[in-house]
């Protein structure tokens, strides 16, 4: 089973930008699917967006057109690309991988990158 460790949360400005990394520790990442959540303060988790092990994407509505989520399975890492960032963008990011077809044996979650987006 792999570890996972988020990174390059941190300040923006309105309309900019933010790249997440989220990197696996240990073997085998290539075969789990990732997705990327966000908690904001006194607010349910959200699902942002999900790459499986074919590199096909999803993402949630708010976020179309502004993010995309990429892996690079020789480095074991998934990025979030976040542009255009809106201060409702502001939380902990925090990214989950599970092997495909068995969820609750596999899931891992990092524990999370802040991300604050005010002027």
């Known amino acids: 089973q792999v570890q996972l460790v988020e990174s390059g949360g941190g300040l923006a400005q309105p309309g900019g930008s933010l790249t997440l990394s989220c990197t696996a520790f240990?073997?085998?990442?290539?075969?789990?699917?990732v997705g990327w959540y966000r908690q904001a303060p006194g607010e349910q988790m959200e699902l942002v967006a999900t790459?499986?092990?074919?590199?096909?994407?999803t993402s949630e509505e708010s976020v179309k057109g502004r993010f995309a989520i990429s892996r690079d399975n020789g480095k074991n890492v998934v990025h979030l690309q976040m542009n255009r960032l809106k201060p409702e963008d502001t939380g902990t990011y925090l990214c989950?991988?599970?092997?495909?077809?068995?969820?609750?044996?596999?899931?891992?979650w990092g524990s999370g990158t802040p991300v604050t987006v005010n002027s």
């Open positions: 989950n991988a599970w092997v495909p077809g068995n969820y609750e044996g596999t899931k891992t």
């Open positions: 240990g073997n085998g990442f290539r075969n789990y699917d």
């Open positions: 790459i499986n092990i074919n590199g096909d994407t």
